[in-house]
T-cell receptor
Framework: DTGVSQDPRHKITKRGQNVTFRCDPI?????LYWYRQTLGQGPEFLTY????????KSRLLSDRFSAERPKGSFSTLEIQRTEQGDSAMYLC?????????????FGPGTRLTVT | LAKTTQPISMDSYEGQEVNITCSHN???????ITWYQQFPSQGPRFIIQ???TKVTNEVASLFIPADRKSSTLSLPRVSLSDTAVYYC???????????FGKGTRLHILP
């Protein structure tokens, strides 16, 4: 296992389209996090899962955003009816609950451009 | 989640030692100090974590004074490849999420 992977790495879509991103965490990690990052800013927390349960969602996560982790392994983040303001890097991270939230391992991110 | 303050940006030259200081005046007893590094177009990378005194690994050293109200990340003999954003985070290991600030943009010059 070489770390957290995300797919796709880049996505260009037209406004109004739906997009879905996938994250595969480190296999033994039971926590999975999604973040959004725009230019010049630090990553902004969106949501996290412990196993398959989604335990917290940020107010940033509007109704157009939904995340799943159906079997407690990989996760998907879907954005419906994309808007230009959704353009950002979407980062996924995983961690072991026992290690605490501050030791997270991040994937390379998916860069979304909405035209 | 304790608030942290760190410089917005720093410049240094190859071969120099770089020290980035982070202030966290309201750090709580159970809080740890953690630093992440983020290269352009990559996700952040955990580099070091400490509670008090000094921690050293193959990447960096972390100095924490007795009052723990600040900490200093020290990067020895930097190279151009150390150009990155460095984030200082403070919180309890029992927290369930972390909140990133804007970090410190370190630019290494030849």
């Amino acid at each position: 296992d070489t770390g957290v992977s995300q797919d796709p790495r880049h996505k260009i879509t037209k406004r109004g389209q739906n997009v879905t991103f996938r994250c595969d965490p480190i296999s033994e990690h039971n926590r999975l996090y999604w973040y959004r990052q725009t230019l010049g800013q630090g990553p902004e927390f969106l949501t996290y899962f412990q196993n398959e349960a989604q335990l917290e969602k940020s107010r940033l996560l509007s109704d157009r955003f939904s995340a799943e982790r159906p079997k407690g392994s990989f996760s998907t983040l879907e954005i419906q009816r994309t808007e230009q303001g959704d353009s950002a890097m979407y980062l996924c991270a995983s961690s072991l609950e026992l290690a605490g939230a501050y030791e997270q391992y991040f994937g390379p991110g998916t860069r979304l451009t909405v035209t | 989640l304790a608030k942290t303050t760190q410089p917005i940006s720093m410049d240094s030259y190859e071969g120099q030692e770089v020290n980035i200081t982070c202030s966290h005046n309201n750090i709580a007893t159970n809080d740890y100090i953690t630093w992440y590094q983020q290269f352009p177009s990559q996700g952040p990378r955990f580099i070091i974590q400490g509670y008090k005194t000094k921690v050293t690994n193959e990447v960096a050293s972390l100095f924490i004074p007795a009052d723990r109200k600040s900490s200093t990340l020290s990067l020895p003999r930097v190279s151009l490849s150390d150009t990155a954003v460095y984030y200082c985070l403070v919180g309890d290991k029992r927290d369930d999420k972390i909140i990133f600030g804007k970090g410190t943009r370190l630019h290494i010059l030849p």
